[in-house]
């Protein structure tokens, strides 16, 4: 499982209590497609679920409810069934048939040209089922190889009504130019209106293309293309392709005339004149078988309508079993023939019943003991185990069932078989049905304490996916590069669970790591622009206004420090505060005038601040001195330890 799809919220989610969404398998400008499970008919679908930017858009919500309503209308074995349509909360959804195969579109960036009888194959079909459309009264609108699917088993079908409209409803609105601009037909570009014809016009510049190996108008902008749609005829398909058959040339210019009354007047009309050109030429649709191995469950990528291309396992071979189309057959020529045929049947007739006498003696033994006695094993993925033997018992072969992890095949369903579908075998051979048992369980070791990289690659191991970016934290009792905490979420969805002393989980989980960046880096004593850099190069955003404290030890102007964090510790982008110095703090000096010598001296003492005066008062009695100036004078603000000078003079 790709991370992308690790990430996306809707894998592994219930839908409206239905559908178990299971893997993505297109995205688009519109829509997300998905396979989902569906968990009452317990079959596999396409959840085609609407972008959530545009569900307050009623526009596209109208065009998002009518592709399912059209389609819904529609029982055509050429259209794609269209089961359901839904909301859950505000995620609005469409469940669709799963038709695991390409696109027309792949198939023509495989071959660039088509052959004329894969050609015809693909035609008839999709005028089948636009038929069915137009019968309905249901104009398509976007009729493009995009949106015709090629499916596995063989299957071909039109799908996308997302812009389909009943023919009652083809004025020229907001919506007249939607569609792809390569297959708009000139009467969209000029008045806005569309009906039945223009489907018409775009399955005739889609059969130019599969004829010619590209479309006819080519240009840099839209609007040029546009402009040629409108005022040149399409060219004949033959001048880029001179094995196109004149029949098919034709058919090409009248689905393309610039005036709608000029062309089929619906599909029905313009399949019946296709089904005249297929006897004409003597090829007929064919059917369309993949290998029975080596193939895989895969939708295209969607282009914006919710199909499109991608990575896909080619179907359709690039010769069909038809007989061989010859373009240069006239009427004379035919007669010429049908005498020749004549002449040898008699000759024929002989061969043919000693064939046929050999065909019998050898029938025998093929079927008895040579390669017809052995049967093929058939694919049985994606179906439980019941029903996977019940496929190989009807094939005349024994089912064992085994267990094996998966993360990409729900838990009760096959992953694979051994010997591989298609392997052919004797009557009676045992075949082991490997079922998955869901993600494997992974006892996780304590992840605390180890270094990031070291639990990224015991997560790597245990194929627990984890994001490219870890949180991070200040710790100044873990080391820098080391993890604090980790907690893995469960893909199955569920609340996170703590992984910092080891659990037990399942692959596919998501786990997230919880990392030490150390201490936030000590400023004191840095000036404030100094601080601001060191604390900036770890991610924390310092804050314009700062926070003032005296300090004896740090200089006036510069950090003491950062203001505490109310709780916890300090997490990369977290805003800090400063705390600036204003120097030494000051106290007022007490005023001793008038004081005898040694009372003065302790009282200054006392306040903190040293004394002085003339050593000659030493001598003198305490009692007989008396203080009467001193400097700096009583009432001021010094720093503490100042020396103040005391003047005295004797008394008595």
Not at 158 to 170: E, K, S, V, W
Not at 300 to 326: N, R, Y
Not at 357 to 380: E, K, T
Not at 431 to 445: M, N, Q
Request: glycine share 10%; net charge negative; hydrophobic share 40%.
């Amino acid at each position: 499982m790709s991370m992308s799809q690790q990430t996306d919220p809707l894998i592994g989610r219930l839908v409206d209590q239905r559908y178990r969404v299971r893997a993505r398998i297109a995205r688009g400008g519109m829509a997300t497609v998905y396979v989902a499970t569906d968990l009452r008919l317990e079959r596999r679908v396409a959840l085609k679920v609407m972008h959530g930017h545009l569900s307050d858009d009623s526009v596209f919500q109208s065009r998002f409810i009518q592709e399912a309503r059209s389609a819904a209308r529609l029982a055509d074995p050429h259209v794609v069934n269209v089961f359901d349509q839904g909301q859950d909360g505000e995620m609005a959804y469409l469940v669709m048939e799963y038709l695991p195969g390409i696109t027309l579109r792949d198939l023509l960036r495989e071959q660039k040209r088509l052959t004329i009888p894969q050609t015809i194959t693909i035609m008839d079909a999709i005028l089948s089922g636009l038929a069915a459309a137009h019968r309905a009264g249901i104009v398509h609108r976007d009729v493009k190889p995009e949106n015709v699917l090629l499916a596995e088993d063989g299957r071909i079908k039109i799908g996308d009504f997302g812009l389909a409209r009943a023919t009652t409803a083809n004025t020229a609105t907001g919506q007249m130019l939607l569609g792809t601009i390569a297959y708009l037909a000139p009467e969209l570009v000029t008045r806005g209106t569309a009906d039945a014809r223009s489907d018409i016009y775009a399955l005739g510049i889609m059969l130019y293309e599969m004829l010619a190996g590209e479309q006819p108008y080519k240009g840099e902008q839209p609007m040029q293309i546009a402009y040629q749609h409108a005022t040149d005829s399409v060219p004949r398909p033959s001048a880029k392709n001179p094995g196109v058959p004149e029949p098919l040339d034709e058919l090409v210019l009248w689905a393309t005339e610039r005036e709608p009354d000029e062309r089929p007047l619906d599909a029905r009309t313009m399949l019946d004149r296709l089904r005249e050109i297929e006897r004409e030429l003597g090829v007929f649709p064919q059917v369309v078988r993949s290998a029975p191995t080596g193939s895989h469950e895969i939708v295209a990528e969607d282009d914006g309508s919710g199909f499109g291309s991608g990575e896909l396992t080619k179907v359709m071979p690039g010769t069909f079993t038809a007989p061989p189309v010859t373009t240069d057959v006239d009427n004379a020529t035919r007669l010429r023939r049908q005498t020749q045929r004549n002449r040898s049947k008699g000759a024929w007739l002989v061969a043919l019943v000693l064939l046929l006498a050999g065909l019998a003696g050898g029938a025998g033994w093929w079927f008895g003991s040579g390669p017809g006695s052995l049967v093929s094993v058939p694919d049985v993925r994606g179906v439980g185990f019941a029903d996977a033997e019940l496929a190989i018992v009807a094939q005349g072969l024994r089912a064992e069932e085994a267990g094996e992890n998966s993360l990409d095949v729900q838990e009760g369903l096959v992953i694979r078989t051994d010997p591989d579908p298609g392997a052919r075998l004797d009557r009676e051979a045992l075949v082991t049905v490997y079922v998955s048992r869901g993600p494997a369980e992974v006892s996780l070791p304590p992840l605390a304490g180890q270094t990031e990289d070291a639990a990224r690659e015991l997560l790597r191991q245990s194929i627990v996916a984890v994001a490219d970016e870890s949180d991070g934290e200040f710790d100044p009792d873990v080391a820098d590069g080391t993890v604090i905490s980790a907690t893995v979420t469960p893909a199955a969805g569920g609340d996170p669970v703590a992984c910092s002393d080891g659990c037990l989980v399942r692959q596919g989980d998501a786990a997230a790591l919880l990392v030490s960046r150390g201490a936030v880096p000590d400023v004191t004593g840095l000036s404030v622009d100094r601080a601001t850099e060191t604390l900036t190069d770890v991610d924390l955003q310092v804050s314009g206004e700062t926070r003032t404290d005296s300090s004896n030890s740090i200089a006036e102007g510069d950090v003491i420090g950062i203001v505490g964090r109310d709780e916890g510790n300090w997490r990369p982008g977290d805003v800090v505060t400063l705390i600036v110095s204003t120097g030494p703090p000051l106290f007022e000096v007490p005023d001793v005038v008038g004081q005898t010598r040694d009372a003065a001296a302790e009282t200054l003492r006392d306040a903190g601040f040293e004394v002085s005066y003339s050593a000659l008062w030493n001598i003198w009695p305490d009692g007989l001195t008396a203080v009467t100036a001193q400097d700096p004078r009583g009432g001021s603000m010094q720093v503490s330890g100042t020396t103040i000078t005391l003047q005295i003079t004797a008394t008595g």
